[in-house]
């Protein structure tokens, strides 16, 4: 019997990647226009190398950037890029196909939601409440939460006690294997690989299912609960 879905968000819900793709393809191309002295491909390379060493989700890199240059912040360059940068995000920030209608007919079968990322707390309710599915999930648990990432079992449990339901009656749905699958298997639940969002070309994911689109999850959930 399964009592619950617990999802994680980024390319599980949100295309983060293609995402990310287009906001700093366009804030690049603002910062040179507002007098960048660099090319495109040496920006991105700059950006792509801050990012490798603070993370995705670090919020200060053009800030960084324009300090590594300059030793100092071109408050117009870093506004026009920062601008540039949030008015592509909002407009590639979109769920991925058959989200909402998923989400819809899981809440009609009874069933309780969940989101479990690794995202800071403030960006991932942002993304969520952009998409508006904030109100959707029973519960959220982010790293704040926990102050462990996934695989740790930490988040898992957390969110599985929020739910107030077993591990073997909750499904995860994930993309990254040695995060999402690894995790909640550990824990107990039965697991998901959202193989439309993955971005490692992984080839062995060791999950119990995998699915080529999220609507997918409606036929395993019957299947367990028949």
């Known amino acids: 019997m399964i009592k619950a879905v617990v999802f994680d968000l980024d390319n599980t819900l949100v295309d983060f990647m293609a995402m990310k793709r287009q906001a700093?393809?366009?804030?690049?191309?603002?910062?040179?226009?507002?007098?960048?002295?660099?090319?495109?491909?040496?920006?991105?390379?700059?950006?792509?190398?801050?990012?490798q060493e603070r993370g995705m989700e670090f919020q200060n890199v053009f800030d960084q950037l324009l300090y590594d240059e300059f030793r100092k912040v071109d408050y117009k360059?870093?506004?026009?890029?920062?601008?540039?940068?949030?008015?592509?995000?909002?407009?590639?920030?979109?769920?991925?196909?058959?989200?909402?209608?998923?989400?819809?007919?899981?809440?009609?079968?009874?069933?309780?939601?969940?989101?479990?990322?690794?995202?800071?707390?403030?960006?991932?309710?942002?993304?969520?409440?952009?998409?508006?599915?904030?109100?959707?999930?029973?519960?959220?648990?982010?790293?704040?939460?926990?102050?462990?990432?996934?695989?740790d079992p930490a988040p898992f449990e957390r969110i599985l006690g929020l739910l107030q339901v077993p591990a073997h009656e909750a499904l995860m749905i994930g993309d990254w294997a040695e995060r999402d699958m690894v995790g909640a298997a550990q824990v107990g639940m039965k697991t998901v690989f959202a193989r439309y969002g993955d971005t490692f070309g992984t080839v062995e994911t060791n999950a119990d299912y995998e699915v080529n689109d999220i609507a997918e999850l409606l036929e395993i959930v019957k299947k367990h609960n028949q």
Do not use: C
């Open 24 to 51: 700093i393809g366009a804030a690049i191309n603002a910062m040179i226009d507002s007098g960048l002295k660099l090319t495109r491909e040496e920006i991105q390379q700059r950006i792509d190398t801050i990012y």
């Open 77 to 151: 360059i870093l506004s026009a890029g920062v601008i540039a940068y949030r008015q592509a995000r909002e407009a590639a920030l979109t769920p991925y196909p058959h989200v909402y209608t998923t989400l819809m007919q899981l809440l009609k079968m009874g069933l309780k939601l969940g989101v479990v990322s690794d995202a800071p707390a403030k960006e991932a309710w942002l993304r969520l409440t952009y998409l508006n599915l904030h109100h959707i999930f029973d519960h959220i648990v982010t790293f704040e939460d926990t102050g462990k990432r996934k695989p």
